[in-house]
């Protein structure tokens, strides 16, 4: 029985560790030569209502190359001057 239960609290404790590990990739920060810019992935699922498609377009969502002319452009700027979100230099940009 002690056998099983510490099997037990390694497992738990793996699966919890993978959960962190998860969360932890859910802030991207993408540096830039006027100050990185770090992007929260779950704040925005948020602002979309849980839907991928307006980052991610249809079918299965997998990463974006974000350059500088996307993310002052459609990937980015573009969306936040729509929705109100952050379009001055220093709001997204941090030194």
């Known amino acids: ?48 209502d849980g839907t991928c498609v307006a980052c991610h377009g249809e079918g299965e969502p997998g990463a974006i190359a974000i350059d500088r002319d996307s993310a002052h452009g459609a990937s980015c700027k573009d969306c936040h001057d729509q929705k109100g979100g952050p379009t001055r230099c220093g709001e997204c940009h941090i030194r």
């Open 1 to 48: 029985m002690k056998k099983f239960v510490v099997i037990a609290l390694v497992v738990l404790f793996a699966a919890a560790t993978g959960i962190a590990a998860q969360k932890a990739q859910d802030i991207y920060t993408y540096e830039a030569r006027n100050g990185n810019v770090t992007f929260d992935h779950v704040k925005h699922i948020e602002y979309e």
